[in-house]
């Protein structure tokens, strides 16, 4: 007797056992409950913990202590900032700090690590092998070594500001930092940027119109010299019009120390060299393994159509690569704005070392401030991987155009 | 004949001259350092640059360096009358400083001892063709961190598995009646309340349960107490159970009788060890982990760092691939915040707040705290690493597994997870060298580990002269380079090995 057919189950009960469960179906939910009850039990354990300990410890919780006065100075602040500012204002000042010495290094490291993987890949043997000499030296010492070798052996043993190196009769580099003129804004600086930011535009308008071109009728329209006319006649003309958009204060030297001018504090200095030598030695890896993983019969086609070596380069290579490049690259520019958190051991107030260092100690907040502290970290690493994967999207469309 | 004889030539041909040289000293340096106008000027700037770069740091380290002294005296140019490089008198002094930190000098044998077993672990476990790599592995990664906690840290054994599974039970079923009876308190009247008081005593009964299930373990733990040495006793009930458990789970007599082997095998390994360091007898005398320092706190964190952070790795990447919904969000959640915040903002969670997360009553050590937020930062890296090597796996893999009749821990452990970690091996090697560059940061929150022995060591006025800095910066840079560069050239040569079929 032949067994009699089964009922499929229910297509119901089957699509909900497989949305709750997974592949591992009822058992999967079971241990999702076992799960979520064990998840539930440590932070029941966790907060209940804290609570009695910082009852116990006499410290308040809670966000209040942000609007209390700091009362206490900061070295470098891109804000106005005085002693009787309060905490949320300490936060944003170290987040600003933060934020420079990231941008400063983004556009230094990426300088310095582009150089260094085409001297990587230059048929040059001496220079090849001084690049790849620069890169396996630089990426086997940790970071915070480079860090400290800069600001305590380098800058600090830099002559003082009576023998300090001069370079040009107005930039002056002592122990005491670096000190540049500084530029001063004059009534005529808003006309003067709105010429600059008219540049930019015009030229991406020409730009934009060029690969049109190329692409409906390939002709090929030479923009260079528009744009730069309009880039620097521009504000040429405006400044020409209205007068100098800024003055510059020239430093001095008065008794033991410089008067007037800007200074870069040697913090920041070593901060910046440090951050930007140490993750320009992994971008130009980055960099050498994406050119590298071109075919080279791209770079042989673009020859046969008759571009020459640049063209094939700019519109056939580089594109290419940069499809490669463009993750790792992303996060070499996270690991420097995550690193920059370092300056806490040579003093620079950045977020770290003014909110989680000073304003910690002082206040004993730690659950509140680290909390703050780390959700920032968190929201820069998610924005700049944000803005990464639209610029690796609209790179994708336009190759695929 | 003669026909062709009329089309030998009579004359000799010119000699050509000789093809331009591509092979050896000269012809190497016209082909790569001169054949062409911008390649000349790239190959005289980059000479300069070396001759910049290498002549006063060997002039430093070697020709004008001061070897032999006792104070700053030896290096100051006044004394010297030269120019002076390189002052090895402070590194000299500060040696035993830059290795053990504060551990006590006559205890330092303990502390030796644990680097040579080490290194005595670890080579064969490099060498692909050592052989016994199973118990190698077994040996460094699990018996070789508590035999090296126990040598380092000092201090004995008071009981073993039954003790603490025991106290574990009671411990939880405690926290289980204690939650359950204040949920059912705080219920308040109506359908709410009634539910909630409903939930409160099935806490509750839960707590019983297992209390009811840690009854004989601790019935048993009572009873080992009055003998004459509770360790030993405590360690032969462990290993009898233990044993037997063995025995039955892997499938009693009809199997063989290798599970229970093994087991009994590596109890009398273990018991070796114990009578051997005395831990029955209270062990070596203990050195506080705020005596530790320099190398050793070094190697001690990215030891711990890297072994821990297998595992948690391993579960991470599983968690994050696996189908069960909840299970893969948390992954997903935990593995992105922690790549997404510095380690430094984790070492400091790890110090200040983590002791508030604990009861009142318990306290952690400083090291061990960081070595928590180690662990898991470097676990979430490490999870992203292992989860590539398991897509690399080909899925025919794990299916034919599956049609073999294998469950899903069994495909895990024996098909898939030995294939995916053999892929990334290169990757994992890296995160190390991260990990162990990272461990400099737990100087910031005051452990003095080799860079932090070295900041210390700066602060002496006994050897405050122009150089000592670069000196020591030099010596400490040398001794990270070794390491690290040793590292990175290990898993050059295991990636080629592993690809080896590829390019033949």
Known sequence: ?401 | MTEQAAFIRTDLVAPRTAPVKTTGVVGFARERLFNSPLNIMMTVAGAILLWLILVPTVKFLFVDAVWTGSDRNACLEANVGRVVGACWPFVQAKFDQFIYGFYPADQRWRVNLTFVLGALLLLPLLIPRAPAKALNSGLFFIAYPVIGFFLLRGGGLKGFAVHWIADLGSGLALSFQEAGGRLASTATAGAPGQVISFLGRLVGWIGDGLALLAWPLAWLRDYIERFHSPLWADFIATAIIVSLLMFVLTGGVRNGWRALFTSIAIFAGTAVVIAVMGLDRGGLPIVDTRAWGGLLVTLVVSVTGIVASMPVGMALALGRRSTIPLIRVFSIAFIEFWRGVPLITVLFFATYMLPLFLPGNFTVDGLVRVLIGIALFAGAYNAEVIRGGLQAVPRGQPEAASALGLSYWKTTGLIVMPQALRHVIPGLVNSFIALFKDTTLVLIVAIFDLLGQLRASFADPNWATPTTLFTGFAFTGIIYFVFCFGMSRYSLFVERRLNAHKNV
């Open chain 1, 1 to 401: 007797m032949a067994d009699a057919p089964r009922k499929p189950p229910l297509r119901l009960v089957a699509r909900l056992r497989r949305t709750l469960g997974g592949q591992a179906g009822w058992a999967g939910v079971v241990i999702q409950i076992l799960f979520v009850a064990a998840v539930v039990w440590i932070g029941y354990e966790i907060v209940e913990n804290a609570r009695a300990n910082l009852q116990a410890q006499r410290i308040a919780s809670g966000f209040g202590f942000l609007s209390n006065t700091a009362s206490f100075a900061v070295s470098q602040a891109l804000i106005p900032f005085s002693e009787s500012d309060t905490y949320a204002r300490v936060f944003v000042v170290g987040l600003l700090n933060t934020l420079l010495v990231s941008i400063v290094g983004i556009a230094i490291a990426t300088i310095i690590g582009v150089a260094v993987a085409l001297g990587r890949l230059s048929p040059n043997w001496l220079l090849a092998r001084i690049s790849g000499g620069y890169v396996e030296l630089i990426r086997n010492l940790p970071l915070l070594f480079q860090i400290l070798f800069w600001y305590l052996a380098v800058l600090a043993t830099l002559p003082n500001p009576r023998q300090s190196i001069s370079l040009l009769g107005s930039v002056f580099l002592s122990n005491r930092g670096l000190v540049v003129p500084n530029p001063v804004p004059q009534p005529s600086f808003g006309v003067f940027a709105v010429a600059i930011a008219v540049g930019i535009v015009a030229s991406l308008v020409m730009r934009s119109y060029a690969r049109h071109q190329l692409f409906a009728k390939g002709e090929k329209l030479t923009i260079w010299p528009f744009a730069l006319a309009t880039l620097i006649g521009l504000p040429a003309l405006a400044a020409v019009m209205f007068g100098a958009p800024v003055k510059f204060d020239m430093p001095e030297l008065k008794g033991f120390n410089f008067a007037g001018g800007a200074r870069v504090l040697p913090e920041f200095a070593a901060l910046t060299i440090a951050l930007s030598t140490y993750t320009a030695a992994f971008i130009a890896e980055i960099v050498r393994a994406g050119i590298q993983s071109v075919p080279k019969g791209q770079m042989e086609a673009g020859a046969s159509l008759g571009l020459t070596r640049g063209q094939t380069l700019r519109q056939v290579v580089i594109p290419q690569a940069m499809r490669v490049i463009l993750p790792p690259l992303t996060n070499q520019y996270l690991n420097l704005t995550k690193n920059s958190s370092l300056a806490v051991a040579i003093g620079y107030p950045d977020l770290f070392s003014v909110f989680a260092g000073t304003a910690l100690s002082q206040t004993g907040q730690a659950v509140e401030i680290i909390a703050l502290t780390m959700g920032v970290y968190l929201l820069l690493s998610l924005v700049t991987s944000a803005i990464m994967s639209f610029y690796g999207w609209r790179l994708n469309r336009s190759l695929a155009a």
